[in-house]
């Protein structure tokens, strides 16, 4: 389908090509027994054709429940609004024949624990052939080969063994990048990463964004990687999206992010997370956050983040900031009262810690 | 594998001596004479000494023991003190219906507990699971003669729709065989059948919420695929074990219902030997049960393998 490129509005051009995936206004509200709880509140997400964006933010953030938004991954007890548009066509509110022909064929997701998120008592080739013959109508026969090729491309060795062997006979890496050759077999157009190395090694964290990146070059594939490792986004992302109690606090250019963090919650991460060469100094120490994301019942038209906010004031008290780019043109967009300036990232003033 | 198979054939031997030792030991210990028994009007001393001298039971306990066991590794289970008939002819007539009454019990069990319990699961909080969990609690606490005697009542003696009672053998007449023996079968399985059903549902319910099911959805499966291939397939390893710990209620509740139904099964032939005091019938009926149940367990331990693929590992490591 190609359907007229929407326009992106006051957004910034994604890195290469057109936006593939457009989510606009997205809210998901979720109906427990102690009351509802909101868990995203108008998120705006735009995925270019062979960009990679990472969503980042602490547990509890709405980042996961965003991903899994996208194609109608979430248990009915869910209320979705908004609008997620995938090459042009309409998602949200999909009947479910519609989703299950986009699941696995042209949106994939990648999830954190590769043990269980693999199912124990299939075979690994037959785990990820099913997909070719749901969605590419092959005979078992021809998907079983092609499941061999598949794990070939995520770099697993010796794949024609490899395919008869069950989840539990893999190592922890092996097992992602199965996932990865299942979520890949269609060729999708977006692939969903949610948090795709948190559960690994370091070293077997760094050839699995070898071989997302690898994907990307290779295939064109569009990524959205959901983490909260600030390392992940580093390595692999074009584009980063900061997220926060279930809003976009600030969105730019990986770089970019990390010198010129502007939002104060981002720039909070960033000395929350260990950097090469940062321990010279005896009395600088990594910077925690002060409190937790909190859990909200409904959105107030204020900062979430005021909180913990060390520039909070009044006006973050009473009214929600726009997120918005503060040099016009720029693509760096935070919604934030107070905006840091272009302080460097270790004079973040939240830690008033003694040594 | 050749270890671990050599290891089960061990500890199964010594289960079956074990089982034959109490058995010997208990029904001696039971009040009652199965000389008197047998003696009928003629309870002279001299008639009494006859009948024990004829059937061994005035040697000592050891002396019999060792008789009833290197007789019976010949083969030789001995004759019915009760019918004169060999014991093995009796088992030869009586086991098949046993059999047959019991396995017909588990598939209809394992069919409509599996079903139902699924059914329960899917359709959470909803009619349906209602309906499931309700016939559960009735085929747990409603005893099943009782069932028995009201299927009979209802099934059989007003409406005619089945036999009230009898046997057909399989070999005689199949059709004839098994109308005598659906009533009984699934009277003997709903206990079995609700036991199934509430370990399926609830385990069903944790395989839907884990994450290889979230990761079959969201490859576009359709429901009922997530169902079966992913979910229910995980759930089964848990029922297998549940089954197998079941068989020996089962078994033992088939004696009941072969009583109800006068089925001329193993429990008929048991009730009438414990009865008699017939020892060498009992001795047989309780070695043959007990082997019944090392066959069983070892059946359920190479169906996990099946099922599950790391058991098969774990086993081959053994």
């Given at each position: 389908?190609?359907?007229?490129t929407?326009?992106t509005?006051?957004?910034?051009a994604p890195?290469?090509g057109?936006?593939?995936?457009e989510?606009?206004d997205?809210s998901?509200?979720?109906?427990?027994?102690g009351?509802?709880?909101?868990?995203v509140?108008?998120?705006d997400?735009?995925?270019?054709?062979g960009?990679?964006?990472g969503?980042?933010g602490e547990?509890?953030?709405?980042?996961?429940?965003?991903a899994m938004s996208?194609?109608?991954?979430l248990?009915?007890?869910?209320?979705?609004?908004?609008?997620?548009?995938?090459?042009g066509r309409?998602?949200r509110?999909?009947?479910?024949?519609?989703?299950r022909?986009v699941r696995?064929?042209?949106i994939?997701y990648?999830?954190?624990e590769p043990?269980?998120?693999?199912?124990p008592?299939?075979?690994?080739g037959?785990?990820?052939?099913?997909?070719?013959?749901v969605?590419?109508?092959?005979s078992?026969?021809r998907?079983?080969e092609?499941a061999?090729?598949?794990?070939r491309?995520v770099?697993i060795?010796?794949?024609e063994?490899r395919?008869r062997?069950y989840?539990?006979?893999?190592s922890g890496g092996m097992?992602?990048?199965?996932?990865?050759a299942?979520?890949?077999?269609?060729?999708?157009?977006?692939?969903?990463a949610?948090e795709?190395?948190?559960?690994?090694?370091v070293?077997?964290?760094?050839?699995?964004?070898?071989?997302?990146?690898?994907?990307?070059?290779?295939l064109?594939?569009?990524?959205?990687?959901i983490?909260h490792?600030l390392?992940?986004i580093?390595?692999?992302?074009?584009r980063?999206?900061?997220?926060?109690?279930g809003?976009?606090v600030?969105?730019?250019?990986?770089?970019?992010l990390?010198?010129h963090?502007?939002h104060?919650?981002?720039a909070?991460?960033?000395s929350?997370?260990?950097?090469?060469?940062?321990?010279a100094?005896a009395d600088?120490?990594l910077?925690?956050?002060p409190g937790?994301?909190p859990?909200?019942?409904e959105q107030?038209?204020?900062c979430t983040?005021a909180d913990r906010?060390?520039?909070?004031?009044?006006r973050c008290?009473?009214?929600?900031p726009?997120?918005?780019?503060?040099?016009?043109?720029?693509?760096?967009?935070?919604?934030c009262w107070?905006?840091?300036g272009s302080?460097p990232t270790?004079?973040?003033?939240?830690g008033?810690?003694?040594a | 594998?050749a270890?671990?198979l050599?290891?089960?054939?061990w500890?199964s031997?010594?289960?079956?001596?074990l089982?034959?030792v109490?058995?010997?030991?208990g029904?001696?210990a039971?009040?009652?004479?199965?000389?008197l028994?047998l003696a009928?009007?003629?309870?002279?001393p001299?008639a009494l000494?006859a009948?024990?001298?004829e059937?061994?039971?005035?040697?000592?306990?050891p002396?019999?023991?060792?008789q009833?066991?290197?007789?019976?590794?010949?083969g030789?289970?001995?004759t019915?003190?009760r019918?004169?008939?060999?014991v093995?002819?009796?088992?030869r007539?009586?086991l098949?219906v046993?059999?047959?009454?019991?396995?017909?019990?588990i598939?209809i069990?394992t069919?409509?507990?599996?079903l139902?319990?699924?059914?329960?699961?899917v359709?959470?909080g909803?009619p349906?699971?209602?309906?499931?969990?309700?016939l559960?609690l009735?085929?747990?606490?409603?005893?099943?003669f009782?069932l028995?005697?009201?299927a009979?009542?209802?099934l059989?003696?007003a409406?005619?729709l089945?036999?009230?009672?009898g046997f057909?053998p399989?070999?005689e007449?199949?059709v004839?065989?098994?109308?005598h023996?659906v009533l009984?079968?699934?009277?003997?399985?709903?206990?079995?059948a609700?036991?199934?059903?509430?370990q399926?549902r609830s385990?069903?319910?944790?395989a839907l919420?884990?994450?290889y099911?979230?990761t079959a959805?969201?490859k576009?499966?359709?429901?009922r695929?997530?169902?079966?291939?992913?979910?229910?397939r995980?759930?089964?390893?848990v029922v297998?074990?549940?089954?197998?710990?079941?068989?020996?209620?089962l078994?033992?509740?088939?004696?009941?219902?072969?009583q109800?139904?006068?089925?001329?099964?193993?429990?008929?032939?048991?009730i009438?030997a414990?009865?008699?005091?017939d020892?060498?019938?009992i001795?047989?009926?309780?070695?043959v049960?007990?082997?019944?149940?090392i066959?069983i367990?070892?059946?359920?331990?190479?169906?996990y393998?099946?099922i599950?693929?790391?058991v098969?590992v774990?086993g081959?490591a053994?």
């Open positions: 389908m190609t359907t007229a929407t326009t509005g006051d957004r910034p890195a290469d057109e936006p593939v995936l989510v606009r997205l998901v509200t979720f109906t427990t027994e009351g509802t709880v909101s868990a509140d108008g998120v997400l735009t995925l270019g054709r960009e990679i964006v969503v980042v547990s509890g953030c709405g980042k996961s429940v965003t996208l194609a109608g991954l248990p009915r007890s869910a209320e979705v609004t908004g609008s997620v548009e995938l090459l309409q998602l509110g999909a009947p479910p024949a519609q989703l022909a696995g064929n042209e994939a990648i999830f954190q043990m269980s998120s693999l199912n008592v299939l075979t690994v037959r785990q990820v052939s099913e997909v070719l013959q969605h590419e109508r092959m078992r026969a998907a079983r092609r061999v090729e598949l794990l491309l770099g060795p010796s794949p063994r395919v062997q989840p539990h006979e893999l097992r992602q990048r199965v996932m990865i299942m979520a890949v077999a269609c060729d999708p157009t977006v692939l969903v949610d795709p190395t948190t559960a690994l090694d070293t077997v964290q760094a050839g699995i964004l070898d071989v997302l990146r690898g994907l990307r070059d290779r064109g594939t569009s990524i959205l990687v983490t490792d390392g992940v580093a390595d692999v992302a074009d980063v999206v900061v997220m926060y109690a809003r976009v600030e969105r730019a250019g990986v770089e970019e990390f010198v963090p502007r104060h919650y981002a909070g991460l960033l929350a997370s260990p950097t090469p060469g940062r321990y100094a600088d120490r910077q925690e956050i937790l994301v859990t909200l019942a107030p038209d204020a983040f906010c060390p520039a909070a004031t009044d008290r009473s009214a929600a726009p997120l918005a780019e503060l040099d016009p043109g720029s693509g760096h967009e935070v919604a107070h905006p840091r302080t270790t004079d973040h003033p939240a008033e810690e003694d | 594998m270890r671990y050599a290891t089960r054939a500890q031997l010594l289960t079956l001596v089982a034959a109490v058995v010997f030991l029904i001696r039971l009040p009652g004479d199965p000389a028994a009928g009007e003629d309870r002279s001299e000494a009948i024990r001298s059937y061994g039971l005035d040697q000592s306990l002396v019999q023991f060792w009833y066991v290197t007789r019976m590794v010949r030789d289970l001995g019915s003190i019918t004169g008939e060999p093995s002819e009796m088992l007539t009586a098949p046993t059999l047959e009454l019991s396995l017909l019990a598939v069990a069919l409509l507990g599996v139902a319990g699924v059914v329960a699961a359709r959470r909803r349906e699971e209602w309906v499931a969990n309700g559960a009735v085929g747990l606490s409603v005893p099943h009782w028995g005697l009201v009979i009542l209802y059989a003696v409406t005619n089945f036999p009230a009672s057909v399989l070999a007449d199949p004839a065989n098994l109308h023996l009984p079968s699934v009277i003997l399985g709903t206990g079995l609700a036991v199934i059903m509430r399926t385990s069903m319910l944790d919420s884990a994450d099911v979230r959805e969201a576009g499966l359709r429901p695929v997530v169902v079966t291939r992913h979910a229910l995980n759930s089964l390893i297998v074990t549940i089954v197998g710990l079941q068989l020996g209620a078994i033992s509740g088939a004696v009941v219902t072969e109800i139904f006068t089925l001329p099964g193993f429990g008929k032939l048991t009438d414990v009865f008699q005091r020892y060498p019938v001795q047989a009926v309780v070695l049960t007990a082997t019944s149940y066959v367990n070892f059946a359920v331990d190479l169906l393998s099946v599950d693929p790391r098969r774990a081959e053994a």
